[in-house]
C-alpha cells in the first residue's frame, strides 16, 4: 500500500512539474499569425494557460520560499494546486475570450461576439480530456453566459478585461487567508502584468 501511494505521489509531483515548465516553452515559441477563429482559439486557450499557470506557480513559490518543492510531497497540497489551477485557468480564458472579440470588434471592424460562447464551449470540451473536472467545466460555463448577458462589447477591451483573472488567482491560490491577505495587492498585480504582455503581442499577431 506504502509502494503504491509512493508511486502515485511521484507521479503527480512529475505532472505538475511539467505543467510548471511546459507553458513557458510554449509561450518562448515562434509567435503564429492570427488570421482567422480557429488560430484565435488557440491562442486564447495557450495564453490563458501560460498566465493561469504562471501567476498561480509564481506566486506560490515566491509565498513559500524554500518550503515550495517540499509541499509537492503533500497530496493535499496537490489536490488544492489542481482546484486552483483550473479554476484560474477557466476564468482567465473567459477574460481573453471577451477581450480579444472586444477589440476585434472595435478595433479591426471584425465582429465574431456571437461566436463567444462557442468558443469558449469548445475550449472547455476540449480540456474534459486533459482531466479539468466537469462540475468546474459546468460552473464556468453557466459563469460565462451569465457574463455575456451582461457585456458591453463596445468598451470592454478597455475597461478592466483581466479583473476577473485576476481575483480568481487571489482567491483560489492555496495560501493561508492571513497571509494571502496581506499580498492581495502584489497578486492582482502580477496577473495584470502578465496579460499586459499577452495584449501586446496580440494586438501584433492579429491580420484579419
Known sequence: MTIKYKAKLRDLKLEYLKEYVAPIFNFLKPKKKITNISDLKEFIQKKSAWVSQETLYGYLKTRMGAKYILMFDDEVFLGSINKAKWNIYAVSL?????????????????????????????????????????????????????????????????????????????????????????D????????????????????KLIDF
Open 94 to 182: 473567459q477574460d481573453l475570450t471577451f477581450y480579444s472579440l472586444s477589440y476585434l470588434k472595435n478595433k479591426c471592424n471584425f465582429d465574431q461576439t456571437f461566436k463567444a460562447y462557442d468558443i469558449y464551449q469548445e475550449i472547455l470540451d476540449k480540456e474534459i480530456k486533459n482531466e479539468m473536472p466537469n462540475d468546474i467545466v459546468e460552473f464556468s460555463k453557466k459563469k460565462f453566459l451569465d457574463r455575456l448577458e451582461r457585456i458591453e462589447w463596445q468598451k470592454y477591451y478597455y475597461s478592466l478585461p483581466f479583473n476577473e483573472s485576476a481575483l480568481a488567482l487571489y482567491e483560489w491560490s492555496p495560501i493561508a487567508e492571513e497571509l494571502k491577505s496581506l
Open 184 to 203: 492581495k495587492k502584489i497578486v492582482l498585480n502580477s496577473m495584470i502584468l502578465k496579460w499586459d504582455n499577452i495584449k501586446k503581442e496580440f494586438e
